[in-house]
């Protein structure tokens, strides 16, 4: 899918900030997207773009109006729905992460067909794939694979796509999360596909590229998550990694969501990583670990950092509070030479 930009984002009526972690997202990384806010009630937290409706957004230019807030399980309320349709019939295109589709609403898909827009369903991949081949393709891949579940690594690709892209390398960003989708405008939500077709996904969303172009793919799961290793495995086959990161939470106590379930160690995930890759590219290697020690003081982290880097002879940073240039350094001595 490719959604077109700018957006108008629908922070919904949440008082819970995490409720708008879409929309936030997608301010972060690509405020030149985001037209302004719709909030529903002074209550719910602000970006502090423009307020703004849908008649005055699509007036101003914009093209899509997103919906930037999730609820519990994932259903559209009842009471936007009319509030889409105007959005719709003032000649918007809507996306949403949700679990409900926006098509299995007669108002919404009834309203979309006649004014000839697109509903982007973000969860719902209806294209044709195909599994994947294992087939060597040129370009360079670099895929982040976790210790576990939200362990940063979609903020860690896209953090190194904008540091390589400083660098002028070429650099692009390759979404398989409803976010990343709408931070990037495309992509496929691998949480979408069929498990037989993760890999044949992988492989559509980062075709045969430029030699010197690297194509960083937004990692998904964990090897050793009991509930989302299937995807992490689709993703490391499809992607054929030359680089790999490692995404890791400092202190996680156990697998989210699983307090039965011990957090699995670094180097198990390292280990194992590198020997699945190698089924598609002979000589994958880890370039460098991405670490949430939101946990820790400042000082606590830095202690930390450098004594992973000390025990795995790696660049480890907190990519939101010291960046990844560490990192970059060390791809580009690796692969530039």
Not at 153 to 172: G, I
Request: aromatic share 4%.
């Amino acid at each position: 899918m490719n959604i077109p930009a700018p957006y108008l984002l629908m922070l919904g009526d949440s008082h819970d900030p995490l409720a708008i972690k879409t929309a936030r997202g997608i301010h972060y990384w690509r405020p030149e997207k985001c037209l302004g806010q719709l909030r529903l009630n002074d209550g719910v937290p602000s970006l502090g773009l423009p307020e703004m409706d849908a008649n005055i957004a699509y007036a101003q230019g914009a093209k899509t109006f997103v919906l930037g807030t999730a609820n519990a399980g994932g259903v559209l309320a009842e009471h936007w729905i009319p509030m889409i349709v105007e959005a719709i019939e003032m000649g918007m295109h809507v996306a949403s992460g949700l679990h409900q589709r926006l098509a299995d609403v007669p108002a919404i898909a009834d309203a979309a067909e006649k004014a000839g827009v697109q509903l982007f369903d973000l969860r719902h991949h209806a294209e044709k794939l195909d599994v994947g081949n294992g087939k060597k393709r040129s370009g360079r891949r670099l895929l982040t694979i976790g210790t576990d579940c939200s362990v940063g690594k979609m903020f860690t690709t896209l953090a190194l796509e904008k540091a390589m892209k400083a660098r002028d390398m070429k650099a692009t960003f390759c979404a398989t999360g409803q976010t990343g989708i709408l931070v990037e405008g495309k992509g496929i939500a691998v949480d979408a596909v069929i498990s037989d077709f993760i890999a044949g996904a992988t492989e559509a969303l980062s075709p045969a590229c430029d030699a010197d172009e690297w194509q960083l793919i937004e990692g998904q799961g964990s090897l050793l998550n009991p509930a989302f290793s299937g995807v992490t495995m689709g993703l490391l086959h499809g992607s054929q990694p030359d680089a790999l990161v490692l995404c890791h939470e400092a202190n996680r106590p156990h697998t989210r969501h699983m307090p039965h379930m011990p957090m699995p160690a670094v180097e198990d995930i390292m280990e194992l990583g590198l020997s699945l890759a190698k089924l598609t590219n002979p000589n994958p290697r880890f370039v460098g670990m991405a670490i949430n020690t939101s946990a820790l003081s400042e000082e606590e982290a830095k202690v930390y950092l450098k004594e992973m880097e000390e025990k795995h002879g790696l660049p480890a940073t907190d990519p939101v509070r010291f960046g990844v240039e560490n990192i970059v350094n060390h791809l580009v001595t690796s692969y530039e030479g």
